[in-house]
């Protein structure tokens, strides 16, 4: 029953983030709700079930976007990975250190899509750095911060599974 | 050797799934204008859920439109005032049923002027990603959508169609970095490749040097590439450059349908030549 209510909640977020209800836009930049979930996921369950739900989610992620590659598979993996590791040797770390390593997590994402685009000669330097890479890393590293503020208001402890 | 499996069991998982992962970053699989067999069920799913959203969506702002703005209702007018309110839904209502005939109407006079087979359909999702420009609309194979489909509203071009399902398809946006149209200067005659630019803004490639453009310029669709059919707008030219000893000008145009704000399109089913239709059935297969 609780992994009926977990693949129904991924669903419903991977259709949520592409759906012409979402309403956290600016200037055309949606945060990527799907890193977040990864990354907070990853700070919970460890770094393998971290890689592995990251992985599954950018694999969908992947199969509902127009890029040339499957890439958020790669990039949802990694960050799921390293946030069970920093979930492990991070004690008692706040949203602001949250919004941090997501803004980081996010950049590094970023980076990556535009290293693929130069790759295939589609990159659009500077632009997509700085008005798509940078935007949405600050975005997803506020949002992430706020929603984690808001998951230890709720449960009044560090989301954490290794933090005392 | 089942020991060494049941010992790193994680490492074998890890293992499997970076493998995985490095043949799913070939190019080649994404560019296939069908769903796979194993992303078809994923996408079906997450399309059906996309339908949920837009009917709720429409739903809310028509409830929006009918009520919200009429629940401050004082007591002693009371019944004036429910009157007044069936009155006002009714109005709001017909206001939007009259906005939605002005829309479809104007995609019928279109149908007038491009002479072309076309099917009807609504954007129930956007691309979840910020690096390209796609959205998902509510026609697919059973509706007789088929890749490389071109999409267009009253106002201008929308985009192609890149992949299909059965009850959906996903249209790459002309402002996408992977689109390209072939285009037209309506007053020089000057025929180049219409190309994503950067964010909104548009690229018109090819046109030389020595032809006489200027802002405002109307760039229309040529017809050349058998997408869509010439004539239709594209955008207005808005910068042109002429660098010093180069070949073509660098010219950038905004496009004169807001993609941000578009709800319905039209799909259109222009007859391929053979050799594009040969080529796409070899894609597919």
């Known amino acids: 029953m609780k992994s009926l209510v977990w693949v129904l909640f991924i669903l419903f977020l991977l259709a949520f983030q592409g759906s012409v209800l979402n309403p956290f836009v600016i200037h055309e930049i949606r945060p990527d709700l799907i890193l977040i979930t990864v990354y907070l996921l990853g700070i919970l369950k460890g770094d393998i079930k971290g890689g592995l739900i990251g992985a599954s989610l950018g694999f969908i992620m992947d199969i509902l976007s127009a890029g040339p590659v499957y890439y958020n598979v790669f990039s949802k993996c990694f960050i799921g990975s390293l946030a069970g590791v920093i979930g492990r040797w991070i004690q008692n770390p706040g949203p602001v250190l949250h919004a941090g390593m997501i803004f980081a997590a996010s950049l590094l994402q970023g980076v990556g899509a535009l290293l693929i685009l130069v790759f295939l000669g589609m990159a659009r330097l500077p632009h997509d750095l700085f008005y798509i890479a940078i935007p949405q890393a600050i975005f997803d590293g506020a949002l992430g911060g706020i929603v984690y503020l808001f998951l230890t208001i709720r449960g009044k402890r560090t989301v954490s599974r290794w933090a005392v | ?285």
């Open chain 2, 1 to 285: 050797m089942f020991r060494f499996v049941v010992i790193n069991k994680k490492v074998l998982v890890v293992f499997l799934l970076l493998i995985g992962i490095f043949v799913l970053l070939s190019p080649e699989i994404k560019e296939n204008p069908r769903y796979y067999l194993f992303e078809k069920p994923f996408a079906s799913t997450v399309n059906l859920i996309h339908s949920g959203f837009f009917l709720i969506f429409r739903g809310v702002s028509t409830t929006w439109n009918n009520y919200i703005d009429l629940v401050d209702v004082k007591e002693e007018n009371q019944r004036l005032f429910e009157e007044n309110k069936r009155l006002l839904a009714e109005s709001l209502s017909l206001r939007e049923k009259a906005l939605a005939y002005d829309r479809l109407s104007q995609l019928l006079k279109v149908k007038d002027a491009i002479h072309t087979e076309f099917t009807v359909a609504t954007i129930v999702a956007k691309e979840p990603t910020n690096w390209y420009s796609a959205v998902v609309i509510n026609r697919g194979e059973e509706d007789g959508i088929r890749p490389n489909m071109g999409v267009i509203t009253a106002e201008g071009i929308v985009g192609k169609i890149t992949k299909t399902a059965r009850h959906h398809s996903r249209v790459l946006l002309f402002s996408d970095r992977n689109s390209a149209v072939a285009g037209v200067i309506q007053r020089t005659r000057d025929e180049g490749i219409v190309t994503g630019g950067e964010g909104k803004v548009l690229r018109l490639n090819y046109i030389l040097i020595d032809s006489n453009i200027q802002n405002g310029d109307l760039v229309l669709t040529s017809g050349t590439d058998s997408v869509f059919p010439p004539g239709i707008v594209i955008g207005r030219i808005s910068r042109v450059e002429s660098p010093q000893n180069a070949l073509f000008h660098s010219i950038e145009l905004v496009p004169e349908v807001s993609l941000s704000k578009i709800r319905e399109v039209m799909v259109l089913n222009i007859p391929q030549p053979p050799e594009i239709e040969m080529l796409l059935k070899e894609d597919v297969r």
